[in-house]
């Protein structure tokens, strides 16, 4: 017997990102993403200024996710929204909006962790695409997070290791920073770094037990070696950005790497995903294909809109949670900090 359809929206705006989709069973109908521009200006994230952007934008946004995927509220079955990990202030726009559209569709209501929609995301169904079976490892790697968790199943995630300092969206960003680039960097690190020599310049590893990870080192190193060659030449920067950003992205990446074949070994699982901004990276890309190649293992990278913060993610796990019947009540309350599995 063919499966009833069910239609979930779905509100992402943990951060900087309002983002609204629509989604049929497995199969995204719509994904709306508006980008605040504001924060550009400042070199990073204003709290207060996403908090406010997301409020003028949420209204506008559902409204496009509906006509877009050609769905009238009244056949919505389910509200789904990021209660968290994420920024308070954006955090309770999605999750205010959410809780009051529900209540006025009569509709269920649907909780989801940010990052283990990260994760999710390769449960979305579109094609060319193989999905990843139980357990498998995911690589969770954005701009406020950076750990390896083994996924058991669906709703069943063990964390095996995370970033004890910056997160490594956090290193990319800084690093651009350093060299004057705008906010986000981390998008343009990869763009030069695709015209430059990875061993052009070196930068130390942290040295870090187990699978946990450290960022901050290496943005001072890179801090002192900007200051050194500067000082030398004026227009070092300038001069080198290409070089500069392919030896900063192949540090971070053979930091990466380094660590998610460390947790390959220890648990005896070839299958591996990565998932989050950092994952929309060409070069993590590439290193996950060649690891294919040379190392045996299964690979699974997201479509690039399914990286970066988006709502199709908070929709999968929507309709994974509405199956199992997971759902909330008005009394939910949006979450800053909220670990996988907590
Ligand atoms: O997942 P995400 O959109 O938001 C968070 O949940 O943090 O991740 C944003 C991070 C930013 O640090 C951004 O610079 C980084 O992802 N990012 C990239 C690339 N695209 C986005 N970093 C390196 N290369 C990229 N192509
Ligand atoms: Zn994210």
Redesign the pocket.
Same mark, same amino acid.
């Given at each position: 017997m063919e499966k009833s359809k069910k239609y979930i929206l779905s509100i992402e705006s943990?951060?900087d990102?309002t983002s609204a989709a629509v989604l049929c069973n497995k199969k995204v109908l719509s994904n709306v993403v508006a980008t605040q521009e504001i924060h550009k200006q400042y070199g990073g994230v204003v709290p207060e200024l996403a908090s406010r952007a997301h409020q003028q934008n949420i209204v506008p946004v559902v409204h496009q996710a509906l006509a877009k995927a050609n769905i009238d509220k009244k056949q919505l079955s389910a509200i789904a929204f990021t209660r968290g990990p994420?920024l308070m202030g954006s955090l309770l726009v999605g999750t205010s909006f959410a809780k009051s559209l529900a209540l006025g569709l009569n509709i269920p209501l649907i909780e989801v962790n940010?990052m283990e929609a990260?994760i999710l995301a390769h449960f979305i169904e579109h094609d060319n695409q193989s999905i990843p079976s139980f357990p498998f490892l995911a690589m969770t790697?954005? &701009? @406020?997070?950076t750990q390896i968790v083994k996924v058991i199943d669906h709703f069943q995630m063990e964390v095996l290791g995370q970033t004890l300092d910056d997160?490594?969206?956090?290193a990319?960003?800084k690093s651009?920073k350093l060299m004057g680039l705008p906010y986000?960097?981390?998008?343009l690190?990869?763009?030069y770094a695709q015209l430059g020599n990875p061993h052009a310049y070196e930068f130390p590893k942290p040295k870090v037990d187990g699978l946990n990870f450290s960022f901050s080192g290496l943005k001072t190193s890179i801090l002192y070696f900007l200051q050194r060659e500067t000082r030398k030449d004026p227009d070092f920067i300038s001069k080198h950005i290409n070089d500069i950003c392919a030896s900063v992205?192949y540090t971070i990446l053979e930091i990466l790497m380094e660590k998610l074949q460390m947790a390959v070994n220890q648990t005896g699982i070839h299958q591996v995903a990565i998932g &989050? @901004?950092?994952a929309?990276?060409?070069?993590?890309r590439q290193r996950l294909k060649d690891a294919e190649e040379n190392l045996g293992w299964s690979t699974f990278i997201p479509k690039f809109e399914y990286?970066?913060?988006n709502a199709a993610m908070i929709g999968i796990v929507g309709y994974l949670k509405y199956e199992k019947g997971a759902f909330s009540d008005q009394s939910i309350a949006a979450k800053a900090r909220y670990a996988i599995g907590g």
């Open positions: 943990s951060c990102d994420g940010h990260h790697i954005s &701009g @406020g997070h997160a490594v969206g956090e990319f960003d651009a986000p960097g981390g998008p690190i990869d763009k992205q &989050g @901004g950092v929309a990276n060409s070069g993590i990286c970066t913060d």
